[in-house]
């Protein structure tokens, strides 16, 4: 792997780095993809969604320039393919999961449990610098729903459903890579990425599309060194505070300045509180 300029400028800096995005095709990735533009950018999803995946170079959302941009479709279930895929990366942010939390073992057993193993052991066998692995505050929901809050990110995985299981499994095995090798590995618990909060109950986990960008750069970017694993909670600076986002401040940079209390008047009046539907499992 060519080392980074040490002393280039951020720009300089950004269009060497050359990050894999995959889940290229999604909805978070839509909201993020303006954040990498600078980035010299392998963006991935499956075939069957290549064409929702960009192709241009990325239009950036403040002053930089634009890195290049290569579109690599395939399905991640594939570890040859994984393994193609993330050939040539410094960073690697996975994307790709099934993201329902109505979704059973059977759903996700491939997407979520699999291929992130193979990922990791992919990024492993490449060189990769630095995993940035999607986590989900379904992975501290029953915190929600008990009304422990402000959660820590430091406490133990409390999942308010499988989907959220498996994103606590995501963190456990970034975690094991990143203590047995020198990969480092950053676990991201997003919560609602969306332009704007859709509901009350949904106030306090809202990370909006600013805040969204400069936490994923803020996990790119942090000193593979100094942060060899973290776990981080994806939250804008919201009024109704309850996810604790000091250590991203303190380890990425982070600083949100997005609240979602300036939509409070105009979503839907759901208060539900919890991530989650009681009930049985699917
Ligand atoms: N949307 C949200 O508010 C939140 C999302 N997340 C996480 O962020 C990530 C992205 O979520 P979204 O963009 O909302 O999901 P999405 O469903 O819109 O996008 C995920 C993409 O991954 C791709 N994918 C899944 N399995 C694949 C495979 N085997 N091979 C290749 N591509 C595959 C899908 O084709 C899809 O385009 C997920 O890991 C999700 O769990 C976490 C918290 C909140
Ligand atoms: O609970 C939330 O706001 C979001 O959390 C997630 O992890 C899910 O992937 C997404 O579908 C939800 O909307």
New binding site residues.
Partial sequence: MTPLTPDGTDDQRMTQRRVLL?????????LLLPGLAGYSLRL???A??AN?IPADPIPADSAGSAGSVEVRP????DPD?VAEVVAGMDTVV???????PQASWADLR???FD?VASVLEAALAAGVRRVV??????AMGAYVRRGEVPIDPAWPPSPCCL?GT??AF?EAIGRTYAYRTELSVVC???????PRPGSVGGLPSW?GPEDLRALVVGAVEADAAKVPFGVYH?ISANTRHEWDTGNATADLGYTPTMDSEAFAGSVSPDEERGLCAVGPLP
């Fill in positions: 995959t889940g290229a095709a999604g909805n978070v990735s839509r991935t999803d499956r069957d969604r929702s395939g399905d991640l279930a393919f996975h994307l790709a999961a099934d993201p329902s491939g997407p979520n291929v692995l999607a986590s989900s505050v379904h989907y498996s994103k995501t991201l618990r997003f919560g609602g990425v969306q990370i994806g």
